[in-house]
Each structure stands twice: as structure tokens, then as C-alpha cells.
């Protein structure tokens, strides 16, 4: 199975898994069903990453690095301690680096999780609070250990059952499911992350005076160009102009950026300029408008204001995976997210518009 296919594959399986397991876990402990993390839907796409770190990990660095390296170690520093002394000493280096391996891996990502969801989402999926050696409430020891246990048994047991179950199945059906899972996850992202900005918990903490203030600073100079105003003339998705769009990407970046104490000034001067195009794209402007109009987006850019590295590489991959290299700075992953999420919550927000007016229709055809 090649990479791509067996990663997606891989994380929507182990997302899925990851969810029985909490499912399992939470309720036992609660005494009630409890439907774990922040997503609607059956997954829980931090089991997907983290087996996908670990697969990384079993793959290439414990072949191509662990164990020629513990090899070394036994040939050239250990004392002569005959064949059997050789093989435990050898076992134990081993499986002692594996396991300070996937703790830092594990443990890693549980904790940018836990910290990411609580600045950015304002919620805290799982508390540690109580248990000791606790970093933020988000890791804690006991916990840490059994995910290293987890780990080993993902490597040894649950890692080849699932490579020997994808083989077989059909690859193209497997890619497909995979996909299918994978999209599910990032649309209910989306939902929830809406009803999240809905109710005002980021933007309530955000969206202070203070702020609101700095970003009408920092787009002013850039709103009183004559070539980004003429966006607004241009309907952009649906029932959106591509004034308002660019400037929802750039409100969006600033907050998150600022959040995570990035630099949020070329974030929304990068978000506002990202669509920078004067055409309609359902009808005019290139073939392949998709992958073709962030160069000339930037083309535009360069043509009105002087840009920098992280903004130049913000407007010219807003379009990943589309644009195939992916974004260099943060910034930029930032506005790329912003803009996926602003698109697609646009286009729910239309759809559910024009279902309620069909509905109102039909009520009053009736009457
Ligand atoms: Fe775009
Ligand atoms: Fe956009």
C-alpha cells in the first residue's frame, strides 16, 4: 500500500477506534453515555494523528535510526557478556528508547491539543485536574504511561492487524472510505467551529474594543486602495461579496493569530489580499481558476503594496493542498484554515438560507 492511501486510511480507521475507546472509557467512569471531544460525528481525529506520529516513528525512525543506533551502543560500549546477556541488554535499550520515544510523541501531541482547544475553542475536552505531575490539566503522568503502553501494542498488535485487514480490501474502496470518513470529520469540524464563533466564544474574548480598534489600523491603508474596493462588486460564494469574504479571512486570521501570539498583522493584511482577483470565477478569468489564482492574487498584491515573505507566502498557498507546496510560515497556515472554514461555513449558511426559503415557499402554496 503506498503512503498517501495507507495515511488516510490509517487516520480515519484509528480515529474511529479512538472513539469506541473513550466511548468505552468515559462512560464506564461517568455512569452515563458520554459522547467524547469536540466533534458530533464517531471519531476523534487526535486517535487518527497520533497513530499517524506513530506509524511515522515505527517506519522510519526505529529502523532507520533506533535500532542500528542501540546495535552500535551494544557492539562498541557494552562489556563482553556472552550471547544471552547480549540479546537482554540489547531487548531492554531497545524497548526502553522506543518507550521515551513514543511518551514524548504521545503525550506531545495530547498536550498541543489540549492547549490549542482551550485558547482557541475556549473548551477543555479532558481534565487532568487531581492527578500528579500535571502540565495544564491537558497531560498528566499516569495517563502519559498508559499511552506508551498504547503505543507498544499499536506497534506490535493493532499496526499489523490493520496494514494485513487494508490488504484485503479493495484500495480504491479503502481510499474512498478513508476519504469519506476524513471529509465527514472536517465538515462536523466546521459546524462545530461555527456554533463555537456563533456563540461568541472566541470572539467575545477576542473581539474586545481593544481589538477592533487594531485590526481597523491595520486594514484601513489597505481598504482605501480603489483595487481592493472593487471587490466588493464581485459575488464571491453564493450570496457573499468577495469584499466581505476577504475581510471575514482576515478578522479570522488576526484572531488566531493573535491567540497564538503569532504575527498577526501580516495575517490580516494577508487575508484581506488573499482573493485579490477582478473577475467572476464561475463564468470568467483562467481554466483551473482554483490552483491558477493565487499567483494572481499575488501579482495584484505586489502591484498596490509592498508585501513580506510571510505575506507573499500567505496569499500564494491559501489554496493548499490545491497549490501542491505546502504553507512556510504559520501565518500562513493560519489564513489557509481561515479561509477553508470561512468558505465552507458561507456556503452551509447559503444552503440553509435557500432550504428555508423553499420551505416558507411550499408553506405558502399551501395556504
Ligand atoms: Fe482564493
Ligand atoms: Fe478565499
Not at 129 to 142: A, M, P, Q
Not at 290 to 303: D, M, S, T, V, Y
Not at 335 to 340: E, F, H, K, N, R
Request: include cysteine.
Amino acid at each position: 500500500m503506498s503512503e498517501l492511501p495507507l495515511a488516510v486510511y490509517l487516520f480515519a480507521l484509528f480515529s474511529l477506534v479512538g472513539w469506541v475507546l473513550e466511548v468505552c472509557f468515559r462512560s464506564a467512569r461517568q455512569k452515563k453515555l458520554v459522547n467524547p471531544g469536540f466533534l458530533a460525528g464517531p471519531y476523534l481525529p487526535l486517535y487518527g494523528a497520533s497513530v499517524l506520529a506513530l506509524t511515522c516513528c515505527i517506519i522510519h525512525l526505529n529502523k532507520g535510526l533506533l535500532e542500528p543506533f542501540v546495535a552500535d551502543l551494544i557492539d562498541n560500549a557494552m562489556p563482553p557478556v556472552g550471547d544471552w546477556g547480549r540479546l537482554l541488554i540489547a531487548a531492554g535499550a531497545l524497548i526502553l528508547s522506543k518507550a521515551v520515544l513514543y511518551f514524548f510523541v504521545t503525550t506531545g501531541m495530547e498536550l498541543v491539543t489540549g492547549l490549542a482547544s482551550r485558547r482557541l475553542l475556549n473548551r477543555q475536552l479532558w481534565d487532568y485536574s487531581g492527578e500528579v505531575f500535571c502540565i495544564g490539566n491537558s497531560v498528566c503522568l499516569k495517563f502519559s504511561c498508559l499511552w506508551v503502553a498504547l503505543a507498544f501494542f499499536y506497534e506490535y498488535v493493532a499496526f499489523p492487524a490493520a496494514l494485513s485487514l487494508g490488504r484485503s480490501l479493495d484500495p480504491v474502496l479503502l481510499l474512498a472510505l478513508g476519504l469519506g470518513v476524513c471529509l465527514a470529520m472536517f465538515f462536523d469540524f466546521c459546524l462545530q467551529a461555527n456554533k463555537v464563533v456563533k456563540t461568541r466564544r472566541i470572539l467575545s474574548v477576542a473581539g474586545t474594543e481593544e481589538n477592533h480598534r487594531e485590526f481597523s489600523k491595520i486594514v484601513r491603508p489597505l481598504l482605501e486602495k480603489e483595487e481592493l474596493r472593487r471587490l466588493a462588486h464581485f459575488r464571491h460564494h453564493w450570496n457573499k461579496t468577495r469584499l466581505d469574504h476577504s475581510m471575514d479571512v482576515a478578522w479570522l486570521s488576526y484572531v488566531i493569530t493573535k491567540r497564538l501570539s503569532r504575527d498577526y498583522v501580516s495575517a490580516a493584511r494577508g487575508g484581506l489580499l488573499h482573493d485579490l482577483f477582478h473577475y467572476d470565477w464561475a463564468t470568467e478569468g483562467p481554466r483551473l481558476h482554483g490552483l491558477r489564482h493565487p499567483r494572481i492574487c499575488l501579482g495584484n498584491a505586489e502591484k498596490i503594496v509592498d508585501l513580506n515573505s510571510r505575506e507573499r507566502d500567505i496569499i500564494k498557498k491559501h489554496m493548499w493542498p490545491l497549490t501542491i507546496m505546502p504553507p512556510r510560515y504559520p501565518e500562513a497556515w493560519c489564513v489557509c484554515l481561515a479561509d477553508t472554514y470561512c468558505g465552507v461555513r458561507d456556503y452551509l449558511d447559503a444552503a440553509r438560507r435557500l432550504r428555508r426559503t423553499s420551505n416558507e415557499g411550499c408553506v405558502q402554496s399551501r395556504l
